[in-house]
């Protein structure tokens, strides 16, 4: 399982979306309840799911989700399944 | 995108009889530089603009876009550190918020620790909280109601009196002293701070705005500090919380004004933040505390951040008074 198909049950909850489909080019412009609270729920279930920390510099370069899922991985985030 | 349709009608909201020149905040050049720094790296954070347009309208977005270009003219590196500075602001203050809502507590910090990580900590304090204070003025909607409060239940009452000596208790970014020497031409103002770096922030505010001549500074913790000469007006905007005791500093900023004087007194209430230590509850906790320092209570605004999403969920608010001695 890739992180994106990991994480997408996470993203279709928060902005409320059942058949929202994640992509890494997929921004906040492009999603209808993506606004800044919403992005700070995103952030609190996604360090739930992972375990990881997130400080504010690891979240400050994030214009989408490929951005995001690099950082996980850079952050040593495995996806279930995967290793 | 029917973000743009959403800011044509909250503006038509405005101004619904002059269609044909309607505005949009696109046509503000320097509020457009920052929100396109801002969203290209916090793409989130652009519904924040939209919204502020659509409830303030043209006041609001000549004014900032005014603020923008005094305060960084065309220095796009200053422009975009400052935006950057903003959304790590913003970060920083909103994941703190999640925690709170589920401790209802304050991380717990010492002033000792909150001075040396943040006042006295140029990195932080230029590179991220004077910028993130500074843009929140007007892209919180509940700072830039308290600015417009200001201009309207304290500026009049101030105009009244002749050359006002004007004291800016924790000036931070300079913003309020700016605003006084803008609209008071005869008022003088002094800037107190414990931060050389608020110092730094506020003298090249008052510099950009070409104010000098009518302001000064002065370096030091306000409650070690003997302070004979006693002012028309004091303020002292968002600092109450960041004490461990404010009652003391009350007590101290009611010595420092004249009786008869005015003050502008304002304090983040369940709004957690790096440097935030006394937790307010609610806007009567700060009034008490006003009143018990001698001040009397002559105007208030209570305001919130956002509207909660969820019932329980505890939102930022602000609350700011109008006082007198
Ligand atoms: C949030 S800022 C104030 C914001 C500012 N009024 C503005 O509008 O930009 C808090 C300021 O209070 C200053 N401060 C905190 N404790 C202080 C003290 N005991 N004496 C003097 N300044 C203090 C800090 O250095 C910081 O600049």
Redesign the pocket.
């Known amino acids: 399982m890739s992180i994106i198909e990991e994480l997408q049950p996470i993203f279709r909850s928060v902005f409320e979306d059942t058949g929202l489909i994640v992509t890494r080019e997929m921004s906040a412009n492009d999603v209808e309840n993506w606004d800044s609270l919403n992005h700070i729920t995103l952030i609190v279930e996604i360090e739930l799911h992972t375990g990881l920390t997130l400080t504010t510099e690891d979240l400050m370069n994030l214009a989408n989700v490929g951005d995001f899922i690099d950082m996980l991985e850079s952050k040593g985030f495995i996806p279930n399944g995967a290793g | 995108m029917n973000r743009e349709r959403t800011y044509v009608a909250g503006h038509a909201l405005h101004d619904y009889n002059a269609i044909s020149k309607v505005k949009m905040i696109e046509d503000y050049k320097y509020i457009n530089t920052l929100k396109e720094f801002i969203c290209s790296k916090f793409p989130y954070f652009m519904g924040g603009f939209d919204r502020q347009y659509a409830k303030f309208g043209d006041d609001w977005a000549s004014a900032f876009n005014k603020e923008l270009e005094v305060f960084f003219g065309s220095d796009e590196d200053r422009i975009q550190s400052a935006a950057l500075g903003y959304g790590a602001f913003c970060l920083d203050s909103m994941k703190l918020q999640v925690e709170f809502n589920k401790t209802l507590e304050y991380r717990n910090k010492t002033y000792a620790e909150a001075s040396s990580e943040v006042?006295q900590n140029r990195d932080y304090m230029f590179g991220l909280y004077l910028p993130g204070?500074l843009i929140s003025?007007y892209l919180w909607e509940h700072h830039y109601v308290q600015l417009k409060f200001y201009e309207k239940e304290l500026i009049p009452r101030i105009a009244e009196i002749s050359n006002p000596l004007i004291y800016d208790?924790?000036?931070?970014?300079?913003?309020?002293t700016k605003e006084y020497l803008r609209r008071l031409k005869s008022s003088q103002v002094t800037g107190?701070?414990?931060?050389p770096h608020?110092l730094g922030h506020t003298e090249m505010m008052v510099e950009r705005w070409d104010f000098s001549e009518r302001y000064q500074s002065r370096l030091g913790?306000?409650?070690e500090r003997d302070q004979t000469e006693v002012c028309d007006v004091i303020n002292s905007?968002?600092?109450l919380e960041?004490?461990e005791n404010p009652v003391d500093?009350l007590h101290g900023l009611n010595s420092m004004l004249r009786t008869g004087g005015l003050g502008f007194i304002s304090a983040a209430i369940n709004a957690p933040n790096a440097d935030h230590i006394y937790l307010y509850r609610n806007a009567d906790e700060v009034a008490e505390q006003i009143q018990t320092a001698d001040f009397t209570i002559l105007s208030q605004t209570v305001d919130q951040a956002y509207e909660p999403r969820k019932p329980g969920d505890i939102v930022p608010t602000n609350a700011a008074f109008v006082v007198t001695k």
Request: no cysteine.
């Open positions: 006042y204070i003025h208790v924790g000036v931070g970014t300079g913003f309020y107190f701070d414990m931060s608020s913790d306000i409650l905007i968002e600092v960041h004490l500093f």
